[in-house]
């Protein structure tokens, strides 16, 4: 069971580095002038990011995380701190496949966007990170 947490964790970190991440390029991206060499570069950046690094980890987070509640019953079903950060895991999942559609709205040169928008989106996958850690670490309820 060891493996598969320490698995998850890490796989966690992964993902929140992206997640915390790709705004701040979205954020640089919007400086840049579409077609230049910096826009185009960071599209390949966008992109590594999202593909390489953030989805797999997102992937092997949930896979992971749920090893861990159904083969390890590493879950309280009637604990509502559970249920909380079940619901807070699935908002970063859509939080994640929102940053896929920015991505790929750079990626054709449709961004409408302002940078103040990324700046403030940027701060969502920190909250609910908090919420998170709180649920699993303080378990409140």
Same mark, same amino acid.
């Given at each position: 069971?060891? #493996?598969?947490k320490a698995l998850h964790v890490i796989?966690?970190?992964? #993902?929140m580095a992206g997640l !915390?991440? $790709?705004?701040?390029?979205f954020v640089y991206h919007t400086e840049a002038e579409t077609g230049s060499v910096q826009s185009e570069t960071f599209k390949v950046m966008e992109r590594r990011l999202y593909r390489g690094i953030m989805t797999p980890a997102m992937i092997a987070s949930w896979l992971f995380g $749920? #090893? !861990?509640? &159904? &083969?390890?019953?590493a879950f309280d079903w009637g604990a509502l701190w559970g249920w909380v950060k079940i619901?807070?895991?699935?908002?970063l999942t859509v939080i994640h496949l929102f940053f896929g559609q920015i991505r790929r709205? &750079?990626?054709e040169d449709r961004n409408q966007r302002p940078q103040r928008f990324f700046r403030m989106i940027n701060e969502v996958p920190t909250l609910i990170m908090i919420v998170i850690?709180?649920?699993i670490i303080v378990r409140p309820f």
């Open positions: 069971m060891l #493996w598969i796989s966690i970190i992964a #993902w !915390l991440y $790709l705004p701040r390029l $749920l #090893w !861990l509640i &159904f &083969f390890y019953d619901a807070m895991v699935l908002l709205d &750079f990626a850690v709180i649920m």
